[in-house]
């Protein structure tokens, strides 16, 4: 089993930046993978970003490409979201996600609100 506690979340202006967190715990050996998803009211829960655990590739959603980056320290096994240039349609409940050994993990969910 792997747990993964999210933080940063919060209220921002439009432009401003929020830096997300999301701390892995428990069995995370073999973790490959490591993502953000975002889930606006009324909507799916859509890609944000993603990053391979040893290589460090990144791929991003076209919607945030050039404002958020998403990197991880391995030693704590966190992964973080650095958004910037933030939209009002950047609001969300932002999850984190885990692939390990075939099996997806998700986060509790973060808000992150963004006002006009």
């Known amino acids: 089993q792997v747990q993964l506690v999210e933080s940063g979340g919060g209220l921002v202006q439009a432009g401003g930046s929020l830096r997300l967190s999301c701390a892995a715990s428990?069995?995370?050996?073999?973790?490959?993978?490591m993502a953000w998803f975002r889930q606006a009211p009324g909507k799916e829960r859509e890609f944000v970003a993603a990053?391979?655990?040893?290589?460090?590739?990144?791929t991003y959603a076209d919607s945030v490409k050039g404002r958020f980056t998403i990197s991880r320290d391995y030693a704590k096994v966190t992964v973080y979201l650095q958004m910037n240039s933030l939209k009002p349609e950047d609001t969300a409940v932002y999850y984190c996600?885990?692939?390990?050994?075939?099996?997806?993990?998700w986060g509790q969910g973060t808000q992150v609100t963004v006002s006009p």
């Open positions: 996600y885990a692939l390990r050994s075939g099996y997806n993990y």
């Open positions: 990053i391979r655990w040893s290589e460090e590739t990144t």
């Open positions: 428990g069995r995370t050996f073999g973790t490959s993978q």
